[in-house]
């Protein structure tokens, strides 16, 4: 089976809620841009020339194996991926392991940026710590503070408690 059939980076499978946060995230507009183009195969590859009428050799410049697209290009071209790898991890052999979690920290880094939660990290719940009151020759003092930056507000409160 052709490894078209199996699917293809025209951006049908992403809802308009991402492209949404795509374009409202904190990334450089060129990055953007080229997530865009590369979703919706409009990448000047040899293929997509082609088919604008361009007259050019359709196949893969470094790897000759197959036609240069876009899946081609970015996933399925192994002349590509090597070439990212030196760029990208400065020439060291990674594996996948290594790979797995060079990316999770580049997710957490940009999603911290754009002020969104990381899925990769483990939340952990704070343990459920009840109110005592203090024993009878003391008094418990709680205090609290709150900020509403875009209201320009600050509350604070104070609880002085003794142990009736």
């Known amino acids: 089976m052709d490894r078209r059939c199996l699917g293809s980076t025209s ?14 995230s904190y990334v450089p507009n060129k990055v953007k841009i080229h997530v ?6 409009a990448l000047p590859t040899k ?8 007259e ?4 893969c410049p470094l790897c000759r194996d197959d036609l240069e697209d876009t899946s081609h290009a970015f996933w399925y071209c192994l002349e590509a991926q090597e070439r990212h790898n030196k ?23 940009f999603l911290v940026c754009n002020g969104l939660d ?3 990290e483990k939340k952990t719940l704070a343990p459920k710590v009840l109110w005592h009151a203090p ?16 209201l320009e507000y600050i509350g604070i409160g104070v ?5 009736v």
Not at 47 to 54: A, D, T, V
Not at 87 to 109: S, Y
Request: hydrophobic share 45%.
């Open 11 to 24: 951006g049908g499978g992403l809802d308009s809620s991402w492209w949404g946060k795509l374009w409202k």
């Open 36 to 41: 865009w183009r590369a979703f919706h195969d």
């Open 47 to 54: 293929f997509s020339l082609s088919k604008r009428g361009i």
């Open 56 to 59: 050019v050799d359709k196949l």
């Open 87 to 109: 760029w990208i991890f400065k020439n060291k052999m990674m594996n996948a392991n290594d790979v797995v979690a060079w990316a999770g920290r580049f997710l957490g880094d």
């Open 118 to 120: 990381n899925p990769l």
């Open 135 to 150: 024993s009878h020759d003391q008094i418990k003092i709680n205090v609290d503070a709150a900020v509403d930056s875009s």
């Open 159 to 163: 609880a002085a408690r003794d142990n």
